[in-house]
């Protein structure tokens, strides 16, 4: 047994833990150099490991998905540089807690003692009670070290980002997640009742958090089971975690970013991938719609002319059929978008011409194009010599539209991709007509 739960996977203060500790806190590390996963920032090199070495922290944002070990840092890091620890919740904490926690750590200071406060879902804390933290940071009452899962340029104040580094945690991947599992095995002194398969299953079923996972391990050391649990076995005993997504926050933003790109890289395998991500998570079907509608204006165009039409087709679908079945609709139109010819022309034309609009301001159109629906407009040369196009050559009369104090402009130029490579053949034709009939 020995041979097999090797020792150095043991925290070395792991036995001083109660064994009727849940599994997290029996193998919580007892150093930084015991974390898992977070090596790019608590190795020598990385910025934890520098400010530990130097003996002397900043205040820093610990930025991260759950289960990867924001809070176990923030612990080891007041005991590695000898600061007091003070922890609280952003969730269960108000003015009158923040105020009690500075006036004890100026007392603490006094004493020649400094605190570490870490906060726990700081961006939870609104804008003004943020702007309290900048004089007890600024003083050096606290080293401030705070915790979130948000994103800090979209949740924190500039000020307060100002004063504090933002180090980013990473997902814990497949072989750190399955260190914890050795740790967890080495502590209860026996092997996860899983053959290989389900053990790589349980891994998959954490989504990169160190804390369900050992969770789950927790659960499945509690059973007695008379033999090892494949696959289905474990599917069938143990819950698969949630997927993070707040439809309001950055997982959203990142995810539909993410089908963007894709679909504009024409890459129809990865944008089916995002787009299951997303309803998978609960997104909103016709938003989703929405956004495909902006691609095949944006990305799309006059390429292929028939890529709006399919998303207004799946839309229609959609309202007909609702979920699940109307989102094959959806997945039909978004592999279409990703496998139609590309032109952004329509979409750099648009903003050309807003941008000529602007600055042009309330120039005159040629009073030839004008209608003129009364006698008035008619003495004043409102449509005058217009050429009506259907009666010239080709029906094309080459005529100027533009304002007598402007030149001509041109803000569409289509690309040779699809349906505006036939559009681009039509142009230079009707401008080699133009340049005969005016010149």
Same mark, same amino acid.
């Given at each position: 047994?020995?041979?097999?739960?090797?020792?150095?996977?043991?925290?070395?203060?792991?036995?001083?833990?109660?064994?009727?500790?849940?599994?997290?806190?029996?193998?919580?590390?007892?150093?930084?150099?015991?974390?898992?996963?977070?090596?790019?920032?608590?190795?020598?090199?990385?910025?934890?490991?520098?400010?530990?070495?130097?003996?002397?922290?900043?205040?820093?944002?610990?930025?991260?998905?759950?289960?990867?070990?924001?809070?176990?840092?923030?612990?080891?890091?007041?005991?590695?540089?000898?600061?007091?620890?003070?922890?609280?919740?952003?969730?269960?904490?108000?003015?009158?807690?923040?105020?009690?926690?500075?006036?004890?750590?100026?007392?603490?200071?006094?004493?020649?003692?400094?605190?570490?406060?870490?906060?726990?879902?700081?961006?939870?804390?609104?804008?003004?009670?943020?702007?309290?933290?900048?004089?007890?940071?600024?003083?050096?009452?606290?080293?401030?070290?705070?915790?979130?899962?948000?994103?800090?340029?979209?949740?924190?104040?500039?000020? =307060? #980002?100002?004063? !504090?580094?933002? $180090?980013?945690?990473?997902? @814990?991947?497949? /072989?750190?997640?399955?260190?914890? *599992? &050795?740790?967890?095995?080495?502590?209860?002194?026996?092997?996860?009742?899983?053959?290989?398969?389900?053990?790589?299953?349980?891994?998959?079923?954490?989504?990169?958090?160190?804390?369900? =996972? #050992?969770?789950? !391990?927790?659960? $499945?050391?509690?059973?007695? @089971?008379?033999? /090892?649990?494949?696959?289905?076995? *474990? &599917?069938?005993?143990?819950?698969?975690?949630?997927?993070?997504?707040?439809?309001?926050?950055?997982?959203?933003?990142?995810?539909?970013?993410?089908?963007?790109?894709?679909?504009?890289?024409?890459?129809?395998? !990865?944008?089916?991938?995002?787009?299951?991500?997303?309803?998978?998570?609960?997104?909103?079907?016709?938003?989703?719609?929405?956004?495909?509608?902006?691609?095949?204006?944006?990305?799309?165009?006059?390429?292929?002319?028939?890529?709006?039409?399919?998303?207004?087709?799946?839309?229609?679908?959609?309202?007909?059929?609702?979920?699940?079945?109307?989102?094959?609709?959806?997945?039909?139109?978004?592999?279409?978008?990703?496998?139609?010819?590309?032109?952004?022309?329509?979409?750099?034309?648009?903003?050309?011409?807003?941008?000529?609009?602007?600055?042009?301001?309330?120039?005159?159109?040629?009073?030839?194009?004008?209608?003129?629906?009364?006698?008035?407009?008619?003495?004043?040369?409102?449509?005058?010599?217009?050429?009506?196009?259907?009666?010239?050559?080709?029906?094309?009369?080459?005529?100027?539209?533009?304002?007598?104090?402007?030149?001509?402009?041109?803000?569409?130029?289509?690309?040779?991709?699809?349906?505006?490579?036939?559009?681009?053949?039509?142009?230079?034709?009707?401008?080699?007509?133009?340049?005969?009939?005016?010149?």
């Amino acid at each position: 047994m020995a041979d097999l739960f090797a020792a150095d996977l043991l925290p070395d203060s792991a036995q001083a833990v109660s064994a009727d500790a849940p599994l997290a806190d029996r193998i919580r590390p007892r150093a930084l150099d015991e974390v898992i996963g977070q090596e790019h920032l608590t190795g020598p090199e990385g910025a934890i490991g520098r400010m530990v070495a130097a003996g002397r922290l900043s205040s820093m944002i610990l930025w991260g998905p759950p289960g990867t070990g924001k809070t176990s840092i923030a612990r080891l890091l007041a005991d590695a540089v000898g600061l007091r620890f003070v922890g609280i919740s952003a969730v269960f904490s108000g003015v009158a807690d923040l105020k009690k926690t500075f006036a004890e750590a100026r007392e603490h200071a006094r004493l020649g003692q400094r605190t570490l406060l870490f906060v726990d879902e700081i961006h939870r804390f609104n804008r003004a009670q943020q702007d309290g933290f900048l004089p007890y940071v600024e003083d050096g009452t606290v080293v401030l070290v705070g915790a979130t899962t948000e994103n800090p340029s979209f949740e924190l104040n500039a000020a =307060l #980002l100002s004063r !504090a580094q933002v $180090l980013i945690l990473n997902r @814990l991947d497949t /072989p750190a997640l399955e260190k914890l *599992l &050795a740790r967890a095995e080495t502590v209860e002194e026996r092997a996860l009742p899983l053959n290989a398969d389900a053990r790589a299953a349980l891994i998959g079923t954490a989504d990169g958090d160190g804390r369900f =996972l #050992l969770n789950q !391990a927790e659960t $499945l050391f509690s059973i007695n @089971l008379p033999e /090892p649990l494949d696959p289905a076995g *474990l &599917a069938a005993l143990l819950h698969r975690r949630v997927a993070v997504y707040d439809k309001d926050r950055e997982g959203h933003y990142n995810l539909i970013s993410a089908l963007h790109k894709a679909v504009r890289g024409s890459d129809p395998q !990865a944008a089916l991938y995002y787009l299951a991500r997303m309803l998978v998570a609960g997104e909103e079907p016709l938003y989703l719609l929405r956004r495909m509608v902006r691609m095949a204006s944006e990305d799309i165009g006059l390429a292929d002319p028939q890529a709006l039409v399919q998303c207004l087709a799946a839309k229609d679908s959609y309202d007909f059929l609702g979920s699940p079945e109307g989102e094959l609709a959806i997945a039909n139109a978004l592999v279409y978008l990703a496998t139609a010819p590309k032109s952004n022309a329509g979409y750099k034309a648009y903003g050309a011409a807003r941008r000529s609009a602007k600055e042009t301001g309330s120039l005159m159109p040629p009073k030839n194009i004008l209608n003129a629906p009364t006698k008035l407009m008619k003495t004043i040369g409102y449509g005058k010599d217009y050429a009506y196009d259907h009666d010239a050559d080709e029906a094309f009369s080459g005529d100027n539209y533009w304002p007598e104090e402007m030149n001509p402009q041109t803000f569409y130029t289509p690309t040779p991709r699809g349906f505006e490579a036939k559009i681009a053949e039509r142009l230079a034709y009707w401008q080699t007509l133009r340049e005969e009939r005016q010149g």
